[in-house]
Antibody, heavy 120, light 107 residues
Framework: EVQLLESGGGLVQPGGSLRLSCAAS????????MTWVRQTPGKGLEWVSV????????YYADSVKGRFTISRDNSKNTLYLQMNSLRAEDTAVYYC?????????????WGRGTLVTVSS | EIVLTQSPATLSLSPGERATLSCRAS??????LAWYQQTPGQAPRLLIY???NRATGIPARFSGSGSGTDFALTISSLEPEDFAVYYC?????????FGGGTKVEIK
């Protein structure tokens, strides 16, 4: 079954770090752009970062630039998000999603999400 | 940053009625707009991309239109499963942005 499965969420103190993972199944992972989108409970969607399916350029929202790092391991079909210097406002459900192509920034396959809570 | 403004915030309709949702961009985004549907507890689902192209498996009652700065999603006849929150998203420039959402609720 074609799917994405996030993991790594949890409770972390302000200033702490967390690494999210997104395992992909049943499609050619390396051929697709992959992204992270977050959603504050009860609120809307906020794009976080994207890693294209070709090349190594990555893109970030200003709110996370310099603190978060997106990466991928195509041999493991896995996308990552390293989150450092976490703030209360980073609390959200984090979704990984697949682009419609290597550099097409619409997202046609989503995981179920993993909750990150930043609190002391 | 391109701001997407969705209206109305909430749309109260009955099953079988027609729904028209609006998304207005702060700059010209040509036709690079998508629509997503999200039901409670679920991840978003891509409905429409590049303004008017239905994604795989999306029923024909969903259609999109517009260009430049004004876009619309139309649901021709609401089914019970269509009551949800809908988001628009632009891909013309960084950062990618989503609208604030329109909730379609049962009247």
């Amino acid at each position: 079954e074609v799917q994405l499965l996030e993991s790594g969420g949890g409770l972390v103190q302000p200033g702490g770090s967390l690494r999210l993972s997104c395992a992909a199944s049943a499609f050619t992972f390396s051929s697709y752009a992959m992204t992270w989108v977050r959603q504050t409970p009860g609120k809307g969607l906020e794009w976080v970062s994207v890693f294209p399916g070709t090349g190594t350029s990555t893109y970030y929202a200003d709110s996370v630039k310099g603190r978060f790092t997106i990466s991928r391991d195509n041999s493991k079909n896995t996308l990552y998000l390293q989150m450092n210097s976490l703030r209360a406002e980073d609390t959200a459900v984090y979704y990984c999603a697949r682009g419609r192509g290597p550099s097409i920034w619409y997202f046609d396959l989503w995981g179920r999400g993993t909750l990150v809570t930043v609190s002391s | 940053e391109i701001v997407l403004t969705q209206s109305p915030a909430t749309l109260s309709l009955s099953p079988g009625e027609r729904a028209t949702l609006s998304c207005r961009a702060s700059q010209n985004i040509i036709s690079y707009l998508a629509w997503y549907q999200q039901t409670p507890g679920q991840a978003p689902r891509l409905l429409i991309y590049d303004t008017s192209n239905r994604a795989t498996g999306i029923p024909a009652r969903f259609s999109g239109s517009g260009s430049g700065t004004d876009f619309a999603l139309t649901i021709s006849s609401l089914e019970p499963e269509d009551f949800a929150v809908y988001y628009c998203q632009q891909r013309v420039s960084w950062p990618l942005t989503f609208g604030g959402g329109t909730k379609v609720e049962i009247k």
